[in-house]
């Protein structure tokens, strides 16, 4: 079975996980987790600011409005798959005695947000209201 549909299958049945490797010091499965928690407040701090630009901001044009807030909530559910993903990954090195996983997608993520900030600076600098 590839790696991925393996992580996968994971996502929905962590208890498979038992069945892998070594159990690591649970220290570090504690620490795993409360990385995974910090990237679930990421993604719903994302999906909560989405709606705030789409509730709180009704007077900007409407293709503007929507684009900040589609953004924004896009990288909410994208870094909440992730947190998933990124979990059972890190479980399985550790339980397997490899190295931990390298990813992108922090890198993705900041550019990610860091656009949606830029646009908003404009937006708030040159006052785009709607019709």
């Not at 404009?122 to 006052?127: E, M, N």
Request: with cysteine; aromatic share 10%.
């Amino acid at each position: 079975m590839s790696e991925r549909i393996r992580n996968l299958r994971l996502w929905f049945a962590p208890q498979g996980i038992h069945d892998e490797g070594d159990t690591p010091d649970y220290r570090f499965s504690l620490a795993n987790e409360r990385t995974f928690l910090a990237w679930i407040r990421t993604a719903l701090a994302l999906v909560g600011g989405g709606f705030a630009v789409d509730q709180f901001l009704p007077g900007l044009a409407w293709g503007v409005r929507a684009g900040l807030a589609l953004a924004l909530l896009v990288a909410g559910v994208l870094c909440a798959l992730r947190a998933v993903n990124h979990w059972v990954r890190c479980e399985r090195a550790m339980r397997l005695g490899k190295d931990l996983p390298v990813s992108r997608f922090p890198t993705l993520i900041s550019l990610g947000v860091a656009t949606v900030a830029v646009a908003m600076v404009v937006v708030v600098l040159f006052d785009w209201e709607g019709p």
